[in-house]
Every structure is written in C-alpha cells, then in structure tokens.
C-alpha cells in the first residue's frame, strides 16, 4: 500500500513541479476520459505527457517534434510520437502518435487543443486503436 501513494504522489507531483503546462486532457484515454496533462519544453520540440485514470493507470509521454505556428502565435500544430503504458489486467505495452491543433489565448495563461491519437498495442496482444482523440486545457506557467 505505501509503495501504490508513493507511485500516485510521483504521477502527480513530478508532472506539476517540472512541466511549463499542467492541466486536463478529455476524451478518449487508454486509462479512461479523464488524465493529468503536461507539457515540458525541450531544444528539439516539447514533450506531451499524460496520466489517466478509471479502467487502469495508464502513462503517455510523446515527443512532439514538430510544434509550429499557424498564422500568428496563437494557433500552433503539432505532431509526434511516443510509448504508453496500461497498468492493469490485462497489462498493455505500445505506441501512440499525435498530431493536433493548440490555441494560446492572448494575454491570459491558459492553452486550449485538441488532437488524435494513433495507438499500436504491442504487448499484451497486438492490434491498432483508431478512435482516440482528446481536449486538453492547460494552464501555461511564466
């Protein structure tokens, strides 16, 4: 039990000290509909990291290698590529990919997006998940 709060206070805590963006992704998550978003910022694109709930916990953390503006610097996409997680039973093991839309309200913190998923499943059984996509609300720190 004590190493189960140590792991839950790790998925939280480390996301919200350490990442430029915290929030909430909605939508559809291997761990279920809801899940702690993050963002960190890297020299080669950012890192896009989330942690669900419900059926399991499951963990995504995804290399957005491309992050650029649309028109201005309120609206940017983004795409990348990264592995999960599913802890549960059955325990999953894959790879999801990640292309989506972000808008960066003017004057106040807050990041709005939403994006979809690919996910391969490799382990526990093998097969591919077309279905994911999400809304993530985040709140931009500095």
């Not at 709005?112 to 093998?126: A, N, Q």
Request: hydrophobic share 45%.
């Amino acid at each position: 039990m004590k190493h189960n709060l140590l792991l839950l206070f790790i998925l939280f805590a480390v996301p919200v000290v350490y990442s430029q963006e915290v929030g909430v992704r909605l939508g559809n998550n291997m761990g279920g509909t809801a899940a702690i978003d993050a963002v960190f910022g890297t020299k080669a694109g950012r890192i896009h990291a989330d942690v669900s709930f419900g059926k399991g916990v499951a963990v995504e953390v995804l290399w957005d290698l491309i992050y650029k503006p649309i028109k201005g610097e309120e609206f940017m996409w983004y795409a990348g590529v990264g592995p999960y997680i599913f802890i549960n039973d059955p325990f999953h093991l894959g790879a999801c990919g990640e292309i989506g839309l972000e808008y960066r309200f003017k004057g106040a913190p807050f990041a709005m997006g939403v994006d979809w998923r690919p996910t391969l499943r490799i382990i526990e059984s093998t097969d591919m998940f077309w279905d994911r996509g999400g809304l993530n609300i985040r709140y931009v720190f500095n």
